[in-house]
């Protein structure tokens, strides 16, 4: 699997220093968590502190928006750096229309998937995506436990993908670590996001060895 840290636990006084400390442990991109206080009860970042990271790194910005209306910020996150945007497709923004919006602007782009939403609510979508986010905790927090019935999701949406013949690539998202990250690789996830188990890591390096090797 490949890996995606979460900076949602990070040190933001120390942000530059973290980002380096990502990179330095062989994490192939970074995921950002964006909360808006609405659709999840807890406020992040946005757009201008993304903009300040930017020139600090060559990684992939895989950009997480927990967001009530994503379609209203699609433009002023591309133009900060996000490489992907990824949003709920719980959210109140039309769908179709802001999977367009994001691909018109020459993004990738994801939907997520609560943890009490089911595989078949992005079926209609799948053809367009480059990702899907299976929660393993309900959004808004990090250092939750995982929650290992979302397992046949994943599955569920693996087998959806190869039938299609797609190259839609799998993340899961919350409480994903040594422990639980092989049941991740089992079900068909192709990348973890890894928040706390990273940063309280002894040895964050080997942590991502370990994923790499599932
Ligand atoms: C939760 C966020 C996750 C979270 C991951 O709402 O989307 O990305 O921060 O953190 P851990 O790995 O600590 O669960
Ligand atoms: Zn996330």
């Given at each position: 699997?490949?890996i995606s840290p979460s ?156 039938r299609r013949g797609l ?48």
């Amino acid at each position: 699997m490949l890996i995606s840290p979460s900076i949602l636990t990070c040190d933001f006084a120390h942000l530059a220093k973290e980002l380096a400390f990502v990179e330095s442990t062989g994490a192939d991109m970074v995921h950002l968590d964006v909360m808006d206080g609405v659709f999840v009860p807890n406020l992040s970042f946005g757009p201008p502190v993304i903009a300040r990271m930017r020139p600090l790194t060559t990684m992939f910005f895989d950009v997480h928006l927990m967001m009530e209306y994503p379609d209203r910020l699609v433009k002023a996150f591309t133009d900060a750096g996000a490489d992907l945007i990824n949003f709920h497709v719980e959210s109140a923004s039309p769908v179709a229309e802001t999977i367009a919006a994001i691909k018109a602007l020459g993004k990738q782009v994801a939907l997520t998937l609560k943890p009490k939403t089911p595989a078949e609510a992005v079926f209609p979508y799948l053809d367009e995506l480059d990702m899907v986010l299976v929660m393993t905790v309900e959004p808004g927090f990090g250092g939750q436990k995982f929650m290992a019935d979302q397992m046949p999701k994943v599955e569920a949406l693996r087998k959806e993908i190869d039938r299609r013949g797609l190259s839609v690539k799998i993340q899961v998202d919350g409480g994903v670590a040594s422990a639980t990250a092989p049941a991740c690789a089992a079900a068909g996830a192709d990348i973890a996001v890894v928040g706390s188990a990273l940063f309280n890591a002894e040895d964050p390096r080997a942590l991502v060895e370990e994923i790499h090797a599932l």
